[in-house]
């Protein structure tokens, strides 16, 4: 159980501005760095913490100082929380979130926001209701690729073709659930951020098709994955998606090119290159370290100052439409709601 704490008054702290109280489902790498950002913020207390296993999460909260919870259900129930933060996995999520909704929590997430987009459309509307903040996150947005892309854009003129292929290698895969298809979902919903960078650039989609193959292991594992969509724009932009991972990868890659009128980006890795025919001009790319940081603080911004998101949740459902659309035409089954 959660040890007790002295319960406060949420209106009488928000008013004298005394620390937001945040709960955290979740112990991995982004559990992690979302507790530096928050330990590194005068204006938030972490209070206790929420993991699948629980001699994980007592190794996270020793680290961290903060309050073993035993389970997620009871956290997001804690009378004295402001603010709940979940980096779970993808299937339980938008269960998570609605739990922390109907108990009054302010919400911070990863995404998918869930991976049937009907549901997480059902949370947006649920959030607006309850007058609460629905954050999805997007680090892809904040990260220096995009941001290169986007001031690179007028260079080229009119876009009509893109293609954004990430290749992961890893081994072995083991049994983890980012490998599972239920606990994970399709991998273009999992790997949202490959759809939503399109979407942010180009706007709306027309027509999606897309092919999925996947090299299985047993109990709905697999050890590999590789999807390929192509989305055509109504602005008439024609781009192809490529996302693969697992085993039988040996070499990896990350590649986003976009072709216009006036000329073509390269970007590979963390290099950039505005080229037009033998003349090839290096673009400067920002790094990608420290991206959890700044959406949690743009969040706790906005709870705090009223400074505006960089991102909507209705940005986030639009590229999970989309991403799910690629799904249906792959033939990967769909997401039961929880």
């Not at 073993?68 to 997001?76: K, P, R, S, T």
Request: aromatic share 8%; glycine share 8%.
């Amino acid at each position: 159980m959660m040890r007790a704490k002295k319960e406060d008054n949420k209106a009488t702290r928000m008013n004298q501005k005394q620390p937001l109280r945040v709960g955290l489902v979740g112990t991995g790498f982004v559990a992690a760095r979302r507790t530096e950002a928050l330990l590194a913020d005068d204006r938030t207390e972490l209070i206790a913490v929420a993991g699948r296993d629980r001699a994980r999460t007592e190794v996270f909260c020793q680290r961290y100082g903060c309050t073993v919870c035993e389970a997620w259900d009871e956290l997001v129930k804690e009378p004295s929380l402001d603010l709940v933060i979940i980096s779970s996995i993808n299937r339980d999520r938008a269960a998570m979130v609605r739990a922390a909704l109907e108990a009054g929590k302010h919400v911070i997430t990863e995404y998918p926001l869930a991976l049937d987009p009907e549901e997480a459309e059902n949370l947006i509307e649920f959030a607006k209701v309850r007058g609460l903040l629905l954050h999805v996150e997007h680090i892809e947005l904040l990260g220096g690729l995009h941001l290169a892309i986007r001031r690179s854009l007028p260079e080229i003129g009119n876009v009509f073709y893109a293609r954004y292929v990430t290749i992961s290698p890893q081994r072995p895969v083991e049994r983890r659930w980012s490998y599972h298809r239920e606990l994970a979902g399709f991998p273009l919903v999992a790997a949202l951020s490959r759809i939503h960078r399109f979407t942010d650039l180009f706007g709306e989609v027309e027509t999606v098709d897309c092919k999925s193959r996947f090299w299985d292991a047993e109990d709905n594992y697999y050890t590999a994955c590789l999807c390929a969509a192509r989305l055509q724009f109504r602005n008439g932009l024609m781009a192809e998606v490529t996302y693969g991972k697992g085993e039988v990868f040996w070499k990896g890659e990350r590649t986003f090119e976009l072709h216009g009128d006036r000329g073509t980006l390269v970007f590979e890795g963390d290099a950039g290159w505005l080229v037009r025919g033998e003349e090839k001009t290096a673009i400067e790319v920002g790094g990608r370290r420290g991206l959890f940081a700044k959406d949690t603080r743009s969040a706790i911004d906005f709870l705090v100052e009223g400074t505006p998101l960089y991102v909507s949740p209705e940005a986030s459902l639009y590229a999970l439409q989309i991403a799910d659309a690629a799904r249906a035409d792959s033939n990967f089954p769909a997401a039961i709601a929880r």
